[in-house]
């Protein structure tokens, strides 16, 4: 299992408030539970009051000292309505329209985030990703110099002894990237590879590794490959690279002799979202690595998704992860 040790220690000195659309979830109370006997990050839980302290107490959940809110009933709705308004008026969203939608766990809680009420979001546990990443795009919308909203997955496993971490992308949201969204792509996950302590050596992936293979599908990775080393200079960036010419020291020497990432690249851009998603599952089912995420990346404020099959464990993970991101 990864440690979380540095990320904590960065979260104690300077600790953000983290909103769960899903607050009377058994998962999301056993987890806010653990983080608020940690110390290290302010849960705010969504939902009936009642019902989230009936279920913690049904649960041996101590959630003594998280903010609960619930959408049917908050103080602030009209200035929160107005500012959904004012953020949806090109779309036309009335104020009665805006009070229904944000009877919604999942808009509400994002409008938390985006009117500065809290510092990041985690939902997931039982809406779809669609339902957590669409209010993100609407409310949050892309940071400064971000076209697109990006994932990575994060891997992790032990290896002779020590933990090795690799970083996968996009797996999850953007079905078909093209040159530029790839380097947009790489360009975010570098930045998630340094949260979680990596020294990322990256690799375009494809079916030919520097010119022995043709095709679009290949002028697509090496033109991006390119490009992302153009714009990250101080990134070690190679490709298109077969997956065994990146990982492999013995198969780089044949391969790509005089590549600086061949053999030994730890962050791994995947053409499409097929390969993509094949791929870290291929890593995690086989290759015995845990899987975090997945992350997303290039939006304004911290927003992450949560597997509907996550247990509690994997909600306190991405808490950490989604807080360290802000």
Same mark, same amino acid.
């Given at each position: 299992?990864?440690?979380?040790? !540095? =990320?904590?220690?960065?979260?104690?000195?300077?600790?953000?408030?983290?909103?769960?659309? +899903?607050?009377?979830?058994?998962?999301?109370?056993?987890?806010?539970?653990?983080?608020?006997?940690?110390?290290?990050?302010?849960?705010?839980?969504?939902?009936?009051?009642?019902?989230? &302290?009936?279920?913690?107490?049904?649960?041996?959940?101590? /959630? +003594?000292?998280?903010?609960?809110?619930?959408?049917?009933?908050?103080?602030?709705?009209?200035?929160?309505?107005?500012?959904?308004?004012?953020?949806?008026? &090109?779309?036309?969203?009335?104020?009665? #329209?805006?009070?229904? *939608?944000?009877? @919604?766990?999942?808009?509400?809680?994002? =409008?938390?985030?985006?009117? !500065?009420?809290?510092?990041?979001?985690?939902?997931?546990?039982?809406?779809? *990703?669609?339902?957590?990443?669409?209010?993100?795009? #609407? /409310?949050?919308?892309?940071?400064?110099?971000?076209?697109?909203?990006?994932?990575?997955?994060?891997?992790?496993? +032990?290896?002779?002894?020590?933990?090795?971490?690799?970083?996968?992308?996009?797996?999850?949201?953007?079905? =078909?990237?093209?040159?530029?969204?790839?380097?947009?792509?790489?360009?975010?996950?570098?930045?998630?590879?340094?949260?979680?302590?990596?020294?990322?050596?990256?690799?375009?992936?494809?079916?030919?590794?520097?010119?022995s293979g043709k095709g679009?599908?290949?002028?697509? =990775?090496?033109?991006?490959? @390119?490009?992302?080393? +153009?714009?990250?200079?101080?990134?070690?960036?190679?490709?298109?690279?077969?997956?065994?010419?990146?990982?492999?020291?013995?198969?780089?020497?044949? &391969?790509?002799?005089?590549?600086?990432?061949?053999?030994?690249?730890?962050?791994?851009?995947?053409?499409?979202?097929?390969?993509?998603?094949?791929?870290?599952?291929?890593?995690?089912?086989?290759?015995?690595?845990?899987?975090?995420?997945?992350?997303?990346?290039g939006l304004n404020a911290?927003?992450?998704?949560?597997?509907?099959?996550?247990?509690?464990?994997?909600?306190?993970?991405?808490?950490? /992860? *989604?807080?360290? #991101?802000?």
């Amino acid at each position: 299992m990864y440690d979380f040790s !540095g =990320m904590i220690a960065k979260l104690k000195d300077n600790p953000k408030s983290i909103v769960f659309t +899903e607050g009377p979830d058994p998962r999301i109370l056993e987890a806010a539970s653990r983080l608020l006997k940690d110390g290290f990050l302010k849960p705010v839980l969504l939902g009936n009051a009642e019902e989230i &302290k009936a279920n913690a107490a049904a649960g041996g959940f101590d /959630i +003594e000292g998280a903010k609960i809110i619930d959408p049917l009933n908050y103080e602030k709705i009209d200035e929160m309505v107005a500012a959904l308004v004012e953020l949806r008026k &090109k779309k036309g969203m009335t104020p009665e #329209q805006a009070a229904e *939608t944000l009877t @919604h766990s999942n808009y509400f809680g994002t =409008m938390l985030v985006k009117m !500065g009420e809290v510092d990041c979001l985690l939902g997931g546990a039982t809406y779809s *990703t669609a339902d957590t990443v669409r209010p993100a795009l #609407q /409310i949050i919308k892309t940071k400064p110099g971000s076209s697109i909203v990006s994932s990575c997955f994060v891997l992790e496993r +032990e290896k002779n002894g020590a933990s090795e971490v690799i970083v996968m992308a996009d797996c999850a949201i953007n079905l =078909m990237p093209d040159e530029d969204q790839l380097v947009e792509i790489c360009g975010e996950a570098v930045g998630c590879a340094k949260i979680f302590g990596v020294d990322p050596k990256v690799a375009f992936l494809s079916y030919s590794t520097l010119g022995s293979g043709k095709g679009e599908d290949v002028d697509k =990775m090496r033109n991006a490959a @390119h490009k992302a080393a +153009e714009k990250y200079p101080d990134v070690p960036i190679d490709g298109e690279l077969q997956f065994d010419a990146a990982v492999s020291e013995t198969v780089a020497k044949t &391969k790509a002799p005089n590549s600086k990432v061949a053999g030994k690249a730890n962050v791994f851009i995947l053409p499409d979202i097929n390969a993509g998603n094949i791929g870290y599952k291929i890593a995690q089912r086989l290759g015995g690595f845990d899987a975090f995420g997945p992350i997303l990346l290039g939006l304004n404020a911290p927003v992450n998704d949560l597997s509907r099959g996550c247990n509690a464990s994997e909600v306190y993970s991405m808490a950490i /992860i *989604t807080a360290a #991101q802000a």
